[in-house]
Each structure stands twice: as structure tokens, then as C-alpha cells.
């Protein structure tokens, strides 16, 4: 578990550098969850085109992760990792929706998860 200090202290200094940025409207940074097996954790917003989320994670063992949406009894789903420790990426959407970062734990014990996020406008 010696990982799961040097990805925190990593997390600190991406906020720490995120936190500069003059045009982030919203940020969220170092959140930690224990996603239980079987078990989910989402963060939900409201995007609109113009708007880019740029997120990063690390977790204790793989985990399947996307960004969705819901429309028309529908679930939508513009991004999906399955089975990953690691990602870092930005989303810009196409369309003005309420949007899900969604983390699914397939493992048979709990998982840690780490993750921050910023929202900023183009």
C-alpha cells in the first residue's frame, strides 16, 4: 500500500498547480472513496458546450470507469475505461447535459480511489 502515499502527495501538487489557473471556474481535488466490491461512486455536473473537464485518477486495484449521461430513459455513455488504475484526460461535451464520472469496482475487495478535477470554459 506504499503506492497509495506518492499518488496522494501527486494529487497535492497537480492542485496545487491546477489551482493556479485563472480561468477554472470549479475545482475539485484529492478526493478519496472506498469503493466496496460491487460498489460505484459517481460525481455528477451540469456541462455545456464550451465547457472542458480535465480529470485524473489513480486506485488501489483496476476499476471500470466512464463518463455518462441520461436522455430519453437512455444512459449514455461519450467515454468508457474499463479495467484501469490510471487515467488523465479532458472532456469537452457536444451538448448541454447533467454529466456522471462514474468509478465501478468488479474487484472482490474494496478499492481505493483518488481522483481530482477541474472544470474550465474554452
Known amino acids: ?3 497509495l502515499p506518492r ?3 501527486a494529487l497535492f501538487f497537480m492542485a496545487t498547480f491546477i489551482s493556479g489557473c485563472a480561468s ?3 475545482r475539485k481535488d484529492g478526493i478519496s472513496e472506498t469503493l466496496k466490491p460491487a460498489g460505484i461512486h459517481e460525481d455528477c455536473m451540469e456541462l455545456s458546450p464550451g465547457q472542458i473537464i480535465e480529470y485524473s485518477f489513480d486506485s488501489s486495484k483496476p476499476l ?4 455518462h449521461y441520461h436522455e430519453d430513459g437512455g444512459m ?3 467515454l468508457q475505461k474499463d479495467n484501469t ?8 461535451p ?7 464520472l462514474m468509478w465501478t469496482n468488479s474487484q472482490s475487495e474494496p478499492v481505493t480511489l483518488i481522483y481530482i478535477y477541474t472544470m474550465e470554459k474554452k
Open 85 to 92: 488504475t490510471h487515467e488523465k484526460g479532458r472532456f469537452e
Open 76 to 78: 449514455f455513455f461519450p
Open 24 to 26: 477554472s471556474n470549479a
Open 1 to 3: 500500500m506504499d503506492r
Open 64 to 67: 471500470n470507469f466512464n463518463i
Open 94 to 100: 457536444r451538448k448541454k447535459q447533467y454529466y456522471c
Open 7 to 9: 499518488i496522494m502527495l
